[in-house]
T-cell receptor, first 112, second 116 residues
C-alpha cells in the first residue's frame, strides 16, 4: 500500500523567506493532493496534481509533481504570517480505489 | 451546498459509554470517509464507503468501532465501549467517484471526542 512521507515535519521561517516542503510517496499514484489545516480547524483542499510535470500556483504557494521521482513539492515564496498552518499531501492508495493516504503533515510557522 | 456536516462538534463522555458520531456528506458524492486525527498518529483513515457500501475498513482499530451508511445522505461512526485512548478529532469527508480536477475530498468540521 502507498506510503506518504513529508519533510520537514516542522518548519519555522521568517517572513519574506522562501522554502519548500517535500512529499515522497512509495508507489504509483495517479494524482496528488495538497491540503491546509489551520489549528483547530478542518482540512481545506489547496491543489490537485494530475500528471507528471504538473504545476499549480495560487498566491505565494506553488505545487509541483514529479511522478518518476515520486515526489511532490510545495514551494512557499516570500512567506507571510497568514501562511502559518499545517500542510498535508495525499496520494491515491492504489488503482481501482478512491482511498487516499495522507502524509504526516508539515507544521509551518511564519515568524513576523 | 452546506458542505459535509458533522455532529456533534464536541463530545465529552465517560469511559465505557457508547459514542455515536454523525455525518451528512455532500449531495451527489459517492464516497464517504471517516478519519481520525491525533498528535501521535496523525491523520488515519478508519473506513470508507462507496455508494453506501463499506469498501475498506482495515483502518478500524478494534471491534469497538463500527460504521454504517444506511443511505447516501447519512453515516455514523460508533464506539462502544469508549476508552480514553479514543480521544481524538474525527473527520468525515466525501468525494465524487472521480474527485474533481480542482479539489479532492471535502472534509467536515470534525468532532472533537474526549473520553474521560
Amino acid at each position: 500500500e502507498l506510503k506518504v512521507e513529508q519533510n520537514p515535519l516542522f518548519l519555522s521561517m521568517q517572513e519574506g523567506k522562501n522554502y519548500t516542503i517535500y512529499c515522497n510517496y512509495s508507489t504509483t499514484s495517479d494524482r496528488l493532493y495538497w491540503y491546509r489545516q489551520d489549528p483547530g480547524k478542518s482540512l481545506e483542499s489547496l491543489f490537485v496534481l494530475l500528471s507528471n510535470g504538473a504545476v499549480k500556483q495560487e498566491g505565494r504557494l506553488m505545487a509541483s509533481l514529479d511522478t518518476k521521482a515520486r515526489l511532490s513539492t510545495l514551494h512557499i515564496t516570500a512567506a507571510v504570517h497568514d501562511l502559518s498552518a499545517t500542510y498535508f499531501c495525499a496520494g491515491k492508495s492504489s488503482s481501482g480505489t478512491y482511498k487516499y493516504i495522507f502524509g504526516t503533515g508539515t507544521r509551518l510557522k511564519v515568524l513576523a | 451546498d452546506a458542505g459535509v456536516i458533522q455532529s456533534p462538534r464536541h463530545e465529552v463522555t465517560e469511559m465505557g459509554q457508547e459514542v455515536t458520531l454523525r455525518c451528512k456528506p455532500i449531495s451527489g458524492h459517492n464516497s464517504l470517509f471517516w478519519y481520525r486525527q491525533t498528535m501521535m498518529r496523525g491523520l488515519e483513515l478508519l473506513i470508507y464507503f462507496n455508494n453506501n457500501v463499506p469498501i475498506d475498513d482495515s483502518g478500524m482499530p478494534e471491534d469497538r468501532f463500527s460504521a454504517k451508511m444506511p443511505n447516501a445522505s447519512f453515516s455514523t461512526l460508533k464506539i462502544q465501549p469508549s476508552e480514553p485512548r479514543d480521544s481524538a478529532v474525527y473527520f468525515c469527508a466525501s468525494s465524487p467517484n472521480t474527485p474533481g480536477v480542482r479539489y479532492g475530498y471535502t472534509f467536515g468540521s470534525g468532532t472533537r471526542l474526549t473520553v474521560v
